[in-house]
C-alpha cells in the first residue's frame, strides 16, 4: 500500500499536534512550522501527491 506524501506530512502533524501539549514541547518557531507543514499536507493532497 503507498502513501502519498500529503497524507504523511498530515500524519506528522497530527501526531506533533497531540503530543506538544501532552509533553510541553515547545521553542520559538513551532507555530510557524507547523503552519507550513499543515499548509503543504493540504496542498500536496488536493494535488494528489
Not at 497530527?14 to 501539549?21: F, K, M, N
Not at 513551532?30 to 507550513?36: C, E, K, R, V
Request: proline share 2%; no cysteine; net charge positive.
Amino acid at each position: 500500500m503507498k502513501k502519498s506524501i500529503g497524507v504523511l506530512l498530515l500524519a506528522i502533524w497530527l501526531i506533533i499536534t497531540g503530543l506538544a501539549p501532552l509533553l510541553h514541547l515547545s521553542f520559538s518557531g513551532m507555530g510557524t512550522i507547523m503552519a507550513i507543514l499543515s499548509i503543504a499536507a493540504g496542498v500536496l493532497i488536493l494535488l494528489g501527491f
